[in-house]
C-alpha cells in the first residue's frame, strides 16, 4: 500500500503521516510526504499510489484544476482541507471522502473505513457528478449522465455513453463501485455496473447461470453471490 | 415670460424721420435739424422725444422749446456735457399727426472726432419712462440671480478641500456676467456724460472678452480637452484679432466676441459629446437654443438671455460635478469600510483558523507546553490586528510587531524558521494597517524555503522624493510571476486610500527571492 500525502503544512502532514501509519498498522503501507504540487505530480506519475490524502488549496493555489487531474488516477483520493465550502465540489468530482480540518484520529479513520467499504455512503447532494478521465495527457470530464454503463477492461474501467462512444476510465470496478451513486448504480457482475433504471428482468439462464435483461432488451450476465441483492432490489 | 410679454409689447406709434442735417461752426456750436413725420398715435398720453446726441444743447419741437442736455459753452463758461441719451415731453398742442421739426442746438467741445449721428425719435413719454424700468426688472432678476451664484461658488471653492478649478471658474463668469450686465444698463441710474459714453462701452468690451475667454475655458477644463495651452491660445488669438479688425466698433466687437464664445464652446462640447462625456448634449442642446434667441429675439438684452441660458447650462454641469464629487467620497467611504472589514476578516477566514486549529490539536497532543505557547501567539497577533482594526495608519513598528507575531504563528504550522531582520526603521513612521503583513503571508505561503528557512528583511530609506520600504523574503520562489490576487489589491487600496496617487507598489523576484517595493512621494 503507498500513501502520498500532499499538504503544504508541515505540521499537519506529520500529524496525518502518523495517524495514517497508525490505521495501517497491520498492513504494509508506505507513506510519502509532498508539500508541493510539483512534487506530488511527479511522484504520482512515477510510483504506483494506492490512496492520496490531498490538501486543496497547496500554497495559495486554487485546487480545482488539480482535483480533476488527481481523481482521473486509479487511486482514491480523500480531500483533507480547510475550505469546507468545496466539500460538495470535491464529492462532485468523484472523491472518496472529505475531511473538514481542524479533523481527529476518528474522521480521518472513518474516511479510511470507506476504502473498505463495498457501497459508498452517500449523503444525497454530495454524489459524484462527473468523471475525469485523462487522454493524450489531458483531463476531460465525462458527465455522469451521460454514462449508460460500465465495464471492467483489465485494470481499468470502460464507460459506455448513451451516444455510442466508450471511454477508459484508469480507476477500476471496485474503486468506481465506490463512488457511484449506489441508488442510481448497482454492480451485477465483476465485470459490469448498470444504470438501476435501465434494468428489466432477472433471468435464469440454463446451467444455472443468472443473466439481467435491460429494457434496450441487451441481456447482461449476473454474478452469483450477486443474485439475491438483486432479486431482492427488484421486489 | 411674463416680462418679456410686457416689455415686446407692439409699438404703439408709426412714424418717419428724416436723417438729421448738421451745421456746425466755430466755438464748437452746432445746429442739427431732424424732421418727423407722426403718421400715427395709438395713445392719448402726453408725446414724449428721446434725442440721441453727444454735447450739450436745447431741443425745440416746432421752434418750441422743449428742454436742454447739459449747458452749452458760452464765452467765458465751458460747456457741460450732456448725456448721450436724453428724453423730452412735447405739449399736447404741438403734437398733432404730421410733420414736425425737430432742431438741437447747442455745443459740442469734446469727441467730435466720433462724428457721431443726431436721431430723435417720437414716442408715448410715458413708455420712454417705463421702457428702461421694465427692461431693467429682467436684467436685475438675472443680475442678482447670477450674482448670488458667483458669490456662492466662490465661497464653496475657498471653503472646499477639493479646490475643483471649474467651480472657482464658474464663480468668476458669474460675476463676470453680473458685472457685465451692470455696466450695460448702469445708464438708466447715473447720468454718463457724453464725454465718458466710450468708456462705458470699453467696460462691457472688456468684461465680453473676459466671459468669452472663461466660457469655453470652461467647458475645456470640465471635459479634459486635450491641447488647453493651445486651445486657450488660439481662442485669445481670435479674440484680439477680432478686437484689433473692429476697433471702435463696439457692439460690433461684442457680438462676434459672443459669437465666438459660442463657436468655441460648441467645439468643446462636440468633443465632449464624441467622448460620451456627460452633460455634454444637454448642454449643446442649451447652445442651441441661446443661439436661436439670439437670432430671434431683437431686444437690446436678448444676447444677455442667451448668456443666461448658457450660465444655467453650466450651473447644471457644476450639480453634475458635484454629484460625481458626492458619490466618489461615498465610494472612498465604502472603501474605506471595506478595507477595515477585510483586516478583522484576515485572521478569522475559516481556512486560516482550520488551519491554524488542526496544528494546534496537535500541539496539544504531542506536546502541551509548545501548544500553549502556540496559543499565546495566535491571541497576540488577534490582539494587535483587533487595535488596528479601526485605523487607516499604524506606527511602523506596530505594523512589524504584527508581522512577527505572524511568523511565530506560521512557525508553528509550518515548522520552517522564520527570520525577520530590520534596518533602519524609523519609529515615527506611520504606515497602512496590515500591509506588512499581506506582504509576509505571500511571502510564506509562495517561497519555497532554504535549509528549511526563510529570511524577511525590512528596510527604509529616504530620498529626494520620498520615501520606500523594502521588504525582501529571500527563499525559492514557487512561481515566477505572482498576479498578485486579493493580497496585491488590499496592498494597493490601503495605499490609495491613505496617499491617493502619490505612491508605487512594486512585486518582482530577485536572485535571492522576491522584493516588494512601497514608495511614498512627499
Redesign the interface.
Known sequence: MNILILEDEMRIARRLARMTKQYFEYQPAHIELCDALPKGLAYVEKNPVHLLLLDLNLNGEDGFTLLQTMVSHSFHTIIVSAHTDKAITAFAYGVLDFVPKPFDEARLFKAFDRLRATTPAAVPEQTLQHLAIRANGAVKLVPLAQVQRIQGAGNYSELRLFNGHTELHDKSMDALEQLLPADAFVRIHRSYIIRWQDADQLLIEAGGRYAIRMKNGEVLPVGRSRYKNLRARLG | MFLLALVSCNPDIRYAADEAVTHTSANHQFHAQVRVHLQEKMFTTPLGLQIHSFGAFEVYWDNCRIGQNGIPARPGHPEVPGTENSYYQIPDSLSGIGTHVVDIKGTQTWLKEAGRQVAAKPESYLKLLRQPLLELSFVNLMAGAFLIAGIYYAFLYFNSHTKASTTFLFALICLLFFLLLAAEYIKFYIDIPYTHFYTRLTMVGWLTFATAVLTPFYFAVHYRLPHMPLFTATLIMALLAIYGINYGHYDLTAYLHSITLWFASVLVLLYALLHRQKGALLVLCGFGLSMVVTRYVFFDFGLYISFTIILLCILYLQTLSARQLEQAHQSSQLLSARLQLELVKKNIQ??????T???????VEESPAEGVRFIKALSAEFDILMEMSDETLVPIQREIDLCKQHIAVMQ?????TYVWTEQDIDPNELIPPAILLTLVE?GI??S?PVNNQIHFLLRFRRTATGKEYILETSGEN?VRERTG?NGFRYVRARLEENYGNRWQFTAAPFSGGWRNTIYLYK
Open positions: 475559516p481556512h486560516f483558523l482550520r488551519n486549529l488542526t496544528s494546534l490539536m496537535d500541539w508553528y504550522r509550518k515548522e520552517v505571500n505561503t509562495h519555497i514557487r490576487g
